[in-house]
Protein backbone atom coordinates (compact mmCIF):
# COMPACT_ATOMS: atom_id res chain seq x y z
CA UNK A 1 0.00 0.00 0.00
CA UNK A 2 0.82 3.49 -0.76
CA UNK A 3 0.23 6.83 0.22
CA UNK A 4 1.20 10.49 -0.49
CA UNK A 5 2.28 13.81 1.01
CA UNK A 6 4.43 17.04 1.92
CA UNK A 7 7.97 18.21 2.11
CA UNK A 8 10.82 18.52 4.26
CA UNK A 9 13.55 21.00 4.87
CA UNK A 10 16.92 21.85 6.37
CA UNK A 11 18.68 24.82 6.91
CA UNK A 12 20.94 27.03 8.77
CA UNK A 13 19.35 30.24 8.72
CA UNK A 14 18.45 31.90 12.00
CA UNK A 15 14.66 31.43 11.21
CA UNK A 16 14.38 28.38 10.27
CA UNK A 17 13.39 24.91 11.90
CA UNK A 18 16.33 22.58 10.91
CA UNK A 19 17.95 22.35 14.75
CA UNK A 20 14.74 21.02 15.53
CA UNK A 21 13.72 18.89 12.52
CA UNK A 22 13.79 14.93 12.42
CA UNK A 23 14.74 14.11 15.63
CA UNK A 24 11.88 10.84 14.58
CA UNK A 25 14.16 7.78 15.46
CA UNK A 26 12.57 5.67 12.04
CA UNK A 27 12.24 1.89 12.57
CA UNK A 28 14.45 0.39 9.95
CA UNK A 29 12.69 -0.52 6.47
CA UNK A 30 12.78 -4.28 7.17
CA UNK A 31 11.44 -3.90 11.18
CA UNK A 32 8.98 -1.19 9.72
CA UNK A 33 7.26 -3.91 7.80
CA UNK A 34 8.17 -6.90 10.41
CA UNK A 35 5.76 -4.52 12.49
CA UNK A 36 3.18 -3.85 10.13
CA UNK A 37 3.18 -7.84 9.05
CA UNK A 38 2.63 -9.25 12.09
CA UNK A 39 1.14 -8.05 15.75
CA UNK A 40 2.69 -9.41 19.05
CA UNK A 41 0.18 -12.34 18.86
CA UNK A 42 1.35 -13.60 15.52
CA UNK A 43 -1.48 -12.25 13.40
CA UNK A 44 -1.95 -10.51 9.94
CA UNK A 45 -2.34 -6.78 11.05
CA UNK A 46 -3.63 -4.17 8.40
CA UNK A 47 -1.45 -2.03 6.57
CA UNK A 48 -3.73 1.14 6.88
CA UNK A 49 -6.78 0.99 9.38
CA UNK A 50 -9.09 4.21 10.46
CA UNK A 51 -9.60 5.32 13.53
CA UNK A 52 -12.81 7.12 14.75
CA UNK A 53 -12.68 10.46 15.93
CA UNK A 54 -15.16 12.34 18.56
CA UNK A 55 -14.85 15.24 20.52
CA UNK A 56 -16.83 19.00 21.77
CA UNK A 57 -15.80 22.61 21.22
CA UNK A 58 -17.32 26.13 21.81
CA UNK A 59 -19.49 24.89 18.98
CA UNK A 60 -20.70 21.56 19.58
CA UNK A 61 -19.51 18.33 18.55
CA UNK A 62 -17.59 17.31 16.24
CA UNK A 63 -16.43 13.71 14.19
CA UNK A 64 -14.31 12.59 12.04
CA UNK A 65 -11.64 10.13 10.90
CA UNK A 66 -7.86 9.27 10.77
CA UNK A 67 -6.69 7.10 8.24
CA UNK A 68 -3.30 5.05 10.05
CA UNK A 69 -0.34 4.34 8.30
CA UNK A 70 2.32 2.06 9.76
CA UNK A 71 4.88 2.28 6.46
CA UNK A 72 5.67 5.73 5.55
CA UNK A 73 7.18 4.53 2.23
CA UNK A 74 3.44 3.75 1.19
CA UNK A 75 2.78 7.02 0.50
CA UNK A 76 2.78 9.16 -2.57
CA UNK A 77 1.20 12.68 -3.45
CA UNK A 78 -1.42 12.26 -6.63
CA UNK A 79 -1.54 15.63 -8.81
CA UNK A 80 -4.63 16.16 -11.02
CA UNK A 81 -4.42 19.16 -12.96
CA UNK A 82 -5.88 19.60 -16.76
CA UNK A 83 -6.47 22.36 -18.64
CA UNK A 84 -5.15 24.49 -16.10
CA UNK A 85 -7.66 23.53 -14.04
CA UNK A 86 -7.99 20.39 -10.89
CA UNK A 87 -10.37 17.95 -13.09
CA UNK A 88 -10.69 15.16 -10.30
CA UNK A 89 -12.59 14.29 -6.89
CA UNK A 90 -10.21 12.51 -4.25
CA UNK A 91 -12.02 9.44 -4.54
CA UNK A 92 -11.72 9.71 -8.89
CA UNK A 93 -7.70 10.76 -8.38
CA UNK A 94 -7.49 7.30 -5.90
CA UNK A 95 -9.43 4.97 -8.01
CA UNK A 96 -7.66 6.12 -11.11
CA UNK A 97 -4.16 5.66 -9.44
CA UNK A 98 -5.70 2.18 -7.91
CA UNK A 99 -4.86 3.30 -4.27
CA UNK A 100 -7.06 2.29 -1.83
CA UNK A 101 -7.21 5.30 0.30
CA UNK A 102 -6.69 8.90 -0.14
CA UNK A 103 -7.13 12.20 1.56
CA UNK A 104 -6.97 15.81 0.22
CA UNK A 105 -3.79 17.23 0.34
CA UNK A 106 -2.07 20.69 -0.39
CA UNK A 107 -3.36 24.31 -0.31
CA UNK A 108 -4.59 25.85 -3.52
CA UNK A 109 -5.92 28.88 -4.84
CA UNK A 110 -9.91 28.84 -5.71
CA UNK A 111 -12.40 31.00 -8.00
CA UNK A 112 -14.81 31.75 -5.08
CA UNK A 113 -14.63 31.52 -0.93
CA UNK A 114 -16.85 28.36 -2.10
CA UNK A 115 -15.09 27.49 -5.27
CA UNK A 116 -13.54 24.10 -6.46
CA UNK A 117 -9.52 24.43 -6.84
CA UNK A 118 -8.24 26.27 -10.15
CA UNK A 119 -4.50 26.46 -9.63
CA UNK A 120 -1.80 24.84 -6.90
CA UNK A 121 -0.62 27.17 -4.18
CA UNK A 122 3.11 26.54 -3.39
CA UNK A 123 4.71 23.42 -4.00
CA UNK A 124 4.10 20.13 -5.50
CA UNK A 125 6.66 17.37 -5.55
CA UNK A 126 6.30 14.03 -6.32
CA UNK A 127 8.43 11.16 -7.06
CA UNK A 128 11.34 13.94 -6.25
CA UNK A 129 10.07 15.95 -9.05
CA UNK A 130 9.32 19.38 -9.09
CA UNK A 131 5.65 19.44 -10.78
CA UNK A 132 4.64 23.15 -9.70
CA UNK A 133 6.00 25.51 -8.16
CA UNK A 134 4.12 28.95 -8.03
CA UNK A 135 6.74 30.39 -5.73
CA UNK A 136 8.14 33.99 -7.46
CA UNK A 137 11.00 33.94 -4.66
CA UNK A 138 12.98 30.92 -4.73
CA UNK A 139 14.74 31.78 -1.70
CA UNK A 140 11.24 32.46 0.45
CA UNK A 141 10.63 29.73 3.09
CA UNK A 142 6.95 28.53 2.69
CA UNK A 143 5.17 26.32 4.94
CA UNK A 144 5.40 22.60 3.43
CA UNK A 145 4.34 18.98 4.78
CA UNK A 146 6.87 16.82 3.24
CA UNK A 147 7.90 13.43 2.89
CA UNK A 148 12.13 12.41 2.63
CA UNK A 149 13.34 9.31 1.04
CA UNK A 150 13.94 7.99 4.43
CA UNK A 151 9.99 8.45 4.78
CA UNK A 152 10.65 11.29 7.55
CA UNK A 153 7.66 13.96 7.33
CA UNK A 154 9.55 16.99 7.83
CA UNK A 155 6.87 20.52 8.44
CA UNK A 156 7.39 24.07 8.62
CA UNK A 157 8.78 26.99 6.95
CA UNK A 158 11.17 25.60 3.89
CA UNK A 159 12.39 26.87 0.70
CA UNK A 160 12.20 24.48 -2.81
CA UNK A 161 16.57 24.21 -2.42
CA UNK A 162 16.12 23.20 1.29
CA UNK A 163 13.59 20.37 0.10
CA UNK A 164 15.27 19.03 -2.45
CA UNK A 165 19.06 19.10 -0.59
CA UNK A 166 17.17 17.43 2.43
CA UNK A 167 16.30 14.47 -0.23
CA UNK A 168 12.19 15.03 -0.12
CA UNK A 169 9.69 12.65 -2.47
CA UNK A 170 7.06 13.68 -1.82
CA UNK A 171 5.65 17.40 -0.94
CA UNK A 172 2.84 19.97 -1.01
CA UNK A 173 1.99 23.44 0.48
CA UNK A 174 0.52 23.33 3.88
CA UNK A 175 -0.49 25.15 6.73
CA UNK A 176 1.94 26.65 9.74
CA UNK A 177 3.03 23.80 11.32
CA UNK A 178 0.83 22.46 14.46
CA UNK A 179 3.38 20.04 16.03
CA UNK A 180 7.23 20.36 16.18
CA UNK A 181 9.18 17.27 17.38
CA UNK A 182 6.53 17.27 19.99
CA UNK A 183 6.17 20.10 21.03
CA UNK A 184 2.99 21.89 20.27
CA UNK A 185 3.02 24.99 17.83
CA UNK A 186 1.33 28.83 18.67
CA UNK A 187 -1.65 29.07 16.52
CA UNK A 188 -2.14 32.59 15.06
CA UNK A 189 -6.54 32.27 14.60
CA UNK A 190 -8.37 29.42 16.37
CA UNK A 191 -11.69 30.83 16.31
CA UNK A 192 -13.14 29.17 13.35
CA UNK A 193 -14.34 25.79 13.11
CA UNK A 194 -14.73 24.30 9.79
CA UNK A 195 -14.08 20.94 7.92
CA UNK A 196 -10.16 19.95 8.23
CA UNK A 197 -7.23 18.08 7.26
CA UNK A 198 -4.19 17.66 8.62
CA UNK A 199 -1.35 14.87 8.35
CA UNK A 200 1.37 14.09 11.09
CA UNK A 201 3.81 11.25 11.83
CA UNK A 202 4.14 9.00 15.04
CA UNK A 203 7.76 8.81 16.55
CA UNK A 204 8.05 4.89 15.44
CA UNK A 205 7.20 5.73 11.84
CA UNK A 206 3.21 6.03 11.28
CA UNK A 207 1.68 8.26 9.18
CA UNK A 208 -1.70 9.99 10.64
CA UNK A 209 -4.38 11.31 8.18
CA UNK A 210 -6.95 12.96 9.72
CA UNK A 211 -10.01 14.48 8.23
CA UNK A 212 -12.53 16.22 10.31
CA UNK A 213 -16.44 16.29 9.13
CA UNK A 214 -17.80 20.11 9.17
CA UNK A 215 -20.90 22.37 9.04
CA UNK A 216 -22.90 19.05 8.83
CA UNK A 217 -25.57 17.22 11.37
CA UNK A 218 -23.96 16.28 14.45
CA UNK A 219 -20.51 17.81 13.70
CA UNK A 220 -20.36 21.16 12.75
CA UNK A 221 -16.32 21.55 12.54
CA UNK A 222 -13.13 21.67 14.60
CA UNK A 223 -11.05 24.22 15.26
CA UNK A 224 -7.05 24.12 14.59
CA UNK A 225 -6.27 23.48 17.98
CA UNK A 226 -8.95 20.86 18.18
CA UNK A 227 -7.10 19.08 15.28
CA UNK A 228 -3.31 19.96 16.95
CA UNK A 229 -5.00 18.35 20.13
CA UNK A 230 -6.04 15.41 18.46
CA UNK A 231 -3.08 14.79 16.66
CA UNK A 232 -1.38 15.11 19.54
CA UNK A 233 -3.15 12.41 21.67
CA UNK A 234 -2.40 10.40 18.86
CA UNK A 235 1.24 10.24 18.92
CA UNK A 236 1.90 12.81 16.37
CA UNK A 237 5.41 14.46 16.86
CA UNK A 238 5.23 16.21 13.46
CA UNK A 239 1.88 18.00 11.82
CA UNK A 240 0.75 20.31 9.73
CA UNK A 241 -2.49 21.37 8.40
CA UNK A 242 -3.58 20.79 4.56
CA UNK A 243 -6.34 22.26 2.26
CA UNK A 244 -9.90 22.36 4.60
CA UNK A 245 -13.23 23.95 4.07
CA UNK A 246 -15.18 22.18 1.08
CA UNK A 247 -12.19 20.52 0.22
CA UNK A 248 -11.45 18.03 3.23
CA UNK A 249 -12.45 14.62 1.78
CA UNK A 250 -11.39 11.24 2.73
CA UNK A 251 -11.73 7.77 0.60
CA UNK A 252 -10.65 4.55 1.66
CA UNK A 253 -11.79 0.95 0.23
CA UNK A 254 -14.22 2.15 -2.13
CA UNK A 255 -16.08 4.67 0.34
CA UNK A 256 -16.11 8.48 0.91
CA UNK A 257 -15.85 8.46 4.49
CA UNK A 258 -16.14 12.31 4.78
CA UNK A 259 -18.49 14.71 3.71
CA UNK A 260 -18.15 18.50 2.13
CA UNK A 261 -18.91 21.10 4.26
CA UNK A 262 -20.10 23.19 1.43
CA UNK A 263 -23.56 22.16 -0.40
CA UNK A 264 -23.51 21.98 -4.37
CA UNK A 265 -23.44 25.47 -4.96
CA UNK A 266 -20.91 25.45 -7.60
CA UNK A 267 -20.46 23.57 -10.75
CA UNK A 268 -16.79 22.53 -8.82
CA UNK A 269 -18.31 21.33 -5.90
CA UNK A 270 -20.74 18.24 -5.95
CA UNK A 271 -23.13 17.95 -3.35
CA UNK A 272 -22.31 14.84 -1.37
CA UNK A 273 -25.68 13.20 -0.15
CA UNK A 274 -24.25 9.56 1.02
CA UNK A 275 -21.08 7.68 0.94
CA UNK A 276 -20.86 6.33 -3.01
CA UNK A 277 -20.95 9.90 -4.47
CA UNK A 278 -18.24 12.31 -5.64
CA UNK A 279 -17.37 15.68 -3.65
CA UNK A 280 -15.20 18.64 -4.66
CA UNK A 281 -12.58 18.37 -6.88
CA UNK A 282 -9.30 18.57 -6.12
CA UNK A 283 -5.99 19.23 -7.33
CA UNK A 284 -3.39 17.00 -5.03
CA UNK A 285 -4.42 14.08 -2.40
CA UNK A 286 -1.64 11.91 -0.49
CA UNK A 287 -2.54 8.19 -2.09
CA UNK A 288 -2.55 5.20 -0.08
CA UNK A 289 -1.87 2.04 -2.27
CA UNK A 290 -1.05 -1.84 -1.67
CA UNK A 291 0.99 -3.25 -4.44
CA UNK A 292 -0.56 -6.19 -6.56
CA UNK A 293 3.14 -7.60 -7.01
CA UNK A 294 5.59 -7.27 -4.05
CA UNK A 295 8.81 -8.30 -5.07
CA UNK A 296 10.85 -7.17 -1.38
CA UNK A 297 11.93 -10.19 0.77
CA UNK A 298 12.34 -7.30 3.25
CA UNK A 299 8.26 -5.97 3.35
CA UNK A 300 7.63 -9.84 3.39
CA UNK A 301 4.78 -11.72 1.34
CA UNK A 302 1.99 -11.41 3.75
CA UNK A 303 1.97 -7.23 3.18
CA UNK A 304 0.00 -8.12 -0.05
CA UNK A 305 -2.67 -10.37 2.14
CA UNK A 306 -3.47 -7.31 3.97
CA UNK A 307 -7.33 -6.79 4.91
CA UNK A 308 -7.30 -3.81 2.45
CA UNK A 309 -10.00 -4.75 -0.91
CA UNK A 310 -8.47 -2.30 -3.76
CA UNK A 311 -10.86 -4.48 -6.30
CA UNK A 312 -12.96 -0.99 -6.56
CA UNK A 313 -9.66 0.52 -7.88
Avoid: W
Amino acid sequence: MLIALGFMVLTDAPNSLASQINKINLPSSYQISKNLSQGNDGQVKSAAYLLDIQGQNFVGQFTGKIMAVPDPSKIAVGFSLKNGKSDKTTSEMAKESKAVGAINAGTSNTNSVFGGAISPAGYVIRDGKVLYDDFKEANSPQDVAALTDEGKLIVGRHTLAELNKSGVKEAVSAGSALIINGTKQTLADDSCVNSRTAIGQKADGTVLMLVMNGRSKGSMGATLKDVQNILLEHGAVNAAPLDGGSLSSMYFQGNILKMSAVPNITKDCRHLTNMSQSHCVILTGFLAYIPRHNSSANRGSQINKLLINDSSA
